[in-house]
């Protein structure tokens, strides 16, 4: 389990498994991410790349806000891991956070579900 | 007149010099044509070109600050650039003595003409081509219409007995007769004005000669600071130009301030007396000696041409707004090779968008994502950029012969005008945005639909910049229609979720006005 704290932002992420190294890793938000936070959080979610991760689910129910800025890194994230054959789910979103993805067109580039197991399993399809 | 009369005379001239200078700035900006800039540049293409341009503006505006602001409003408007424009300010100063003594112009007159004809031509349609020159014109008599109302209101000064007794008082101080010449001119705002008074204050034996010309030296100093007073609203090259004339004015009456000092001590002799060998009357000398100072503005600058660059920018640093207007890919010298222009339009195309988050800054919700920057500007700024790169864009397809390229050059004429329309699109959504009250349901919707844009605007931007394939198919998806998702917020805003009517209504236009922004963003990419 690795936990990044930065400006308003908590992610903690699921550790990887030996054994199902294809198995979505989760992310759990938690505070603020926008344009203090956003910078900490794209190093983050690299970092989770770099070790391999390619489906990545964002549990986003302790997410309070969510800005343009802080969408930056979810695109960074998205345009990593899709030509390597992965995906990013994001579940439990509020719905000021849900409504700014749908906004933005992510809807398209990432599934947006309900519960962690639902991210899960889009991602498996 | 009293002091009652002059007041609202004063406020009037200054109203007047305002709006004037508002008004040249903006007609300027939309004569700003390629094509007119070229044939401004070609005015001022050698020094000898800058310094005849010079002293023509100076002998017909008789006013050092009325051409200080006209060139700060051709410079603002990119006619001219900064570095020839400051020759021209230098050269205006002598041209402004000629006329103060000759007196061949009736200015108060022809001030009411170009008002009086400017005006009327703004209200005939078949003028409506000419309306940039016709602004430009009624800006400039709107200008020196204010600067004559301000002399006006100072004519009680020149007038009453405390203004006599105050000159007499000097007639023992050089130093207090320069002090004085420098407020005066602040006051008066004429210094040939000034130089009459003078001439009948010697003529009449009340002052010497030698505290004339001092009082003379010191309107140079009055000139600096009315140029910085009037001038607080500008920034950027406009304000550099004010400093620059500030600064001429200032060194040259310095510099002859401090020969008078010198020959005071008959270390060496002063001008008068130098004068007084070949002395026709004291008019002439009084004359000569102002004129040898709005001479010794351009020595100045030629002095100082090496370190002005340095010493302005301190003074007044480039706003980011004025760095944004200008170009800083396109240049006359890549129109032969349309392969390089066109990679140096897409990049100037990116610059427009990557300002665009700017005028979204009202309307946002995440505060610390603001730019600073004021979005008036900014949209000013991204307008003269837009008519450049359109400007560019209409010269390439007019030399290029070749129908590849041309069809190249014709979609990127589409692609900004798209542009265009783009910044036209997030601007008004912003401004819907910024009136719905802070706080609410309806303002919260809205700053999603900003930050929405910004994220859209944040993949064009990339997608331009990079020309990566990642990012167009990042930016195709992200744009694809809105329709059905605007119509259902649309639906809940009618249903009575966001307040007001007016509330409603300005959600309705909002949404409206992000349907469009995507589709814009969508055809720019």
Redesign the interface.
């Known amino acids: 389990m690795s936990t990044m704290q930065a400006d308003g932002l908590v992610l903690t992420a699921s550790p990887a498994s030996s054994e199902t190294p294809d198995a979505p890793r989760v992310v759990a938000l938690a505070g603020k991410l926008?344009?203090?936070s956003q910078i900490a959080a794209e190093r983050f979610l690299e970092d989770l790349v770099a070790t391999g991760a390619r489906r990545v689910v964002l549990e986003c129910s302790g997410l309070e806000?969510l800005?343009?800025?802080?969408?930056?890194p979810l695109?960074t994230l998205?345009?990593r891991v899709?030509?390597l054959g992965g995906g990013v789910s994001v579940c439990a979103a509020r719905p000021?956070v849900r409504?700014?993805l749908?906004?933005?067109?992510?809807k398209?580039?990432l599934s947006i579900s309900s519960t962690v197991e639902e991210g899960c399993a889009a991602l498996a399809r | 007149m009293s002091a009652a009369e002059s007041l609202p005379l004063f406020l009037t001239g200054l109203v007047f010099f305002f709006l004037g200078l508002d008004g040249v700035k903006a007609s300027l900006k939309g004569l700003a044509s390629r094509s007119m800039r070229r044939r401004a540049r070609a005015a001022v293409s050698s020094p000898f070109r800058a310094a005849v341009l010079g002293v023509t503006f100076g002998a017909l505006s008789q006013s050092a600050t009325a051409v200080s602001f006209l060139l700060a409003g051709l410079v603002s408007a990119r006619l001219l650039p900064l570095t020839r424009a400051l020759s021209v300010v230098a050269w205006a100063n002598p041209g402004t003595a000629m006329l103060a003594f000759l007196a061949a112009v009736n200015l108060n007159l022809a001030t009411l003409w170009l008002i009086g004809l400017a005006g009327l031509g703004l209200r005939n349609r078949k003028l409506r081509s000419a309306n940039a020159v016709l602004g430009a014109v009624l800006g400039i008599g709107f200008l020196l219409f204010g600067l004559t109302q301000l002399k006006r209101a100072a004519a009680p000064v020149q007038e009453a007995e405390w203004f006599a007794t105050i000159s007499v008082a000097l007639n023992g101080s050089l130093v207090l007769g320069f002090i004085a010449g420098a407020l005066l001119r602040v006051v008066i705002q004429s210094s040939s004005a000034i130089v009459v008074i003078l001439i009948a204050l010697c003529g009449k034996g009340l002052l010497g000669v030698e505290q004339a010309m001092m009082v003379i030296h010191g309107t140079g100093v009055g000139i600096g600071l009315s140029v910085i007073l009037l001038g607080q609203g500008l920034r950027g090259e406009a304000l550099r130009i004010s400093y620059w004339q500030a600064i001429l004015n200032a060194c040259s009456a310095s510099l002859l301030g401090t020969w008078m000092l010198f020959a005071a001590t008959d270390l060496l002799p002063s001008l008068p007396e130098l004068l007084a060998r070949v002395r026709v009357n004291i008019e002439t000398d009084l004359a000569i000696g102002f004129l040898l100072q709005m001479l010794c503005c351009p020595l100045a600058g030629w002095l100082l041409r090496r370190r002005s660059e340095g010493i302005l920018g301190t003074l007044a640093p480039e706003a980011a707004e004025d760095a944004l207007a200008r170009p800083r890919y396109l240049d006359e010298g890549v129109l032969e090779d349309s392969e390089i222009a066109m990679d140096l339009v897409r990049r100037e195309q990116a610059r427009v968008v990557s300002a665009l988050?700017a005028l979204l800054d009202r309307a946002?919700?995440?505060a610390?994502?603001a730019t600073g920057l004021d979005h008036r500007e900014v949209r000013a700024a991204l307008g003269s950029l837009g008519a450049e790169i359109a400007g560019f864009l209409a010269d390439l397809a007019a030399a290029e012969k070749d129908h590849d390229r041309g069809v190249q050059i014709a979609s990127a004429i589409a692609r900004q005008q798209a542009l265009a329309e783009l910044v036209e699109s997030v601007d008004e959504m912003a401004t819907a945005i910024d009136r719905l009250p802070a706080d609410s349901m309806a303002r919260?919707?809205g700053g999603?639909?900003a930050?929405?844009?910004?994220?859209?605007l944040?993949?064009l931007r990339e997608w331009l910049e990079r020309s990566d394939s990642?990012?167009r198919d990042?930016l195709e998806?992200?744009?694809?229609d809105?329709g059905e998702?605007m119509e259902s917020v649309r639906r809940n805003a009618v249903g009575g979720e966001f307040g007001s009517p007016e509330d409603q209504a300005t959600i309705l236009y909002a949404t409206s006005l992000?349907e469009r922004t995507?589709y814009l963003a969508r055809r720019v990419g």
Request: aromatic share 6%.
């Open positions: 926008d344009a203090n806000f800005s343009s800025a802080g969408v930056r695109l998205v345009k899709k030509p000021h409504q700014l749908e906004f933005s067109g992510l398209a580039l | 988050p946002r919700l995440d610390a994502a919260m919707l999603g639909l930050e929405a844009s910004d994220v859209l944040g993949t990642a990012d990042l998806a992200m744009t694809s809105r998702q992000f995507v």
